[in-house]
């Protein structure tokens, strides 16, 4: 009965990763194709001669990427800063 319940637990976990790592790969294209859109249309509105609206669009769009990217860092590094002091205090329990 247990190696039934681990070998579930461990299914459930698998399921869960990839479906996870699915997830962010689809975000990352949505992200991709509307920052292109934005962009590619920032380049067309000054091909158009309304060039303060397409700069507008190209600069909004990069300074979006730009904020996710080092947001998404930011939050990286303090989940990793935080697994490290619990690992810490789980080692020093031990001891």
Do not use: P
């Not at 461990?10 to 990763?17: G, H, K, R």
């Not at 991709?32 to 158009?48: D, E, N, P, Q």
């Not at 609206?53 to 996710?68: D, Y």
Request: glycine share 8%; no cysteine; net charge positive.
């Amino acid at each position: 009965m247990t190696e039934r319940q681990s070998a579930h637990r461990e299914n459930i976990e698998t399921i869960v990763v990839t479906a996870a790592a699915r997830s962010q790969t689809r975000g990352s294209w949505f992200a991709f194709i509307i920052s292109m859109t934005a962009i590619l249309g920032g380049i067309y509105l000054v091909k158009l001669g309304k060039s303060g609206e397409g700069v507008a669009a190209i600069i909004t769009s990069l300074a979006g990427l730009a904020a996710v990217f080092i947001y998404g860092k930011k939050k990286e590094k303090k989940e990793l800063n935080e697994k490290a002091d619990v690992l810490a205090k789980r080692m020093n329990n031990k001891s």
